[in-house]
């Protein structure tokens, strides 16, 4: 099963860090001929997506994600 959180393109992600591959690469823990090997305008593995729109970037993603329910002062 996968959700709209889940979908993102290798362009999303690689913009998502200033077009940098290595960068890409440092943030996810994983050797930048394996983002190389995502293809272009398909679906980037889910867990690779999720990290980056929820742990990593989420400040980009603001518009995609549910906010969390703010708390009465």
Sequence with gaps: MTD???LMTKDE???AYGGSVS?????????TSAIYQWE???PIPADKALRIRFVLKPELFVG???KPASKAA
Excluded at 23 to 31: C, E, H, K, R, V
């Design 64 to 66: 995609h994600a549910s």
């Design 13 to 15: 992600a690689l913009a």
């Design 23 to 31: 960068a890409l690469a440092d943030a996810l823990g994983i050797s």
């Design 4 to 6: 709209e959180a889940s």
């Design 40 to 42: 272009d305008g398909k």
